[in-house]
């Protein structure tokens, strides 16, 4: 079954304090995604990895970093979250780094940082 | 300026009826072209591509393309409530991987009976 799993789906954290969310993808992706989906400003990309430990900042990488250790497995670190970092995080995966890939996308963690 | 602009922000449509939702990229260096589907609660899921001049037909869904004026349509024939959802448009770069997949704001799309 392809797909693409979130953890965790709902998350409070207080400001200050450290988040980590995980994705992990049953396909043998090479490429994985961090996305952000706010109002008025739709998915945003975060971060991308190309395989194990090969990471490349996206549009938005400040206040975030990632660890891919596994091909399967990707995580997205916030360390010391900040209430602007309230948001909906999609973790998504492709074959390989489109161009003409189609992305695969978790069903998302809706962090609130209070 | 968003590099992908959808229109319109929201679509009411009589179950049985057709949607047109509109896409165009100010980014002449986009070549490929995505529908992505959003229903409430859970992730983008992608509806169709389209990398070529013309149209592309998948069951009730036609998506067309015009490369020259950068624009991107998308039509859903015989709208069911199912359909109600939040329609993104999505483009990438030839042999950009760095980008990923830019995505528009979306059209939200309501199916009434």
């Known amino acids: ?114 | 300026q968003q590099k992908v602009q959808q229109s319109p922000e929201s679509l009411s449509v009589p179950e049985g009826g057709m949607a047109s939702l509109n896409c165009t990229s100010s980014d002449r260096n986009f070549q490929y072209f995505w529908w992505y589907r959003q229903h409430s609660g859970e992730g983008p899921k992608a509806l169709m591509s389209i990398f070529s001049d013309g149209d592309k037909k998948e069951g009730r869904f036609t998506a067309h393309l015009n490369k020259a004026s950068l624009h991107v349509s998308l039509h859903i024939r015989d709208s069911q409530p199912s359909d109600s959802a939040l329609y993104f448009c999505a483009a990438s770069e030839q042999n950009n991987y760095a980008q990923g997949l830019t995505f528009g704001l979306g059209t939200r799309v309501s199916v009434f009976p």
């Open chain 1, 1 to 114: 079954d392809m797909k693409v799993t979130q953890m965790p789906r709902y998350l409070i954290k207080r400001m200050g304090e450290n988040v980590l969310l995980e994705c992990g993808q049953d396909m043998s992706h090479e490429t994985m995604y961090w996305y952000r989906q706010d109002p008025g400003l739709g998915l945003q990309l975060i971060y991308i990895s190309y395989d194990v430990d090969s990471n490349s900042e996206g549009d938005i990488p400040k206040g975030y970093r990632v660890s891919r250790k596994k091909r399967e497995h990707f995580s997205l670190i916030l360390d010391s979250a900040k209430t602007n970092q309230t948001s909906v995080y999609f973790c998504a995966s492709s074959f390989a780094p489109t161009s003409q890939n189609t992305l695969y996308f978790g069903a998302g963690t809706r962090l609130s940082v209070l």
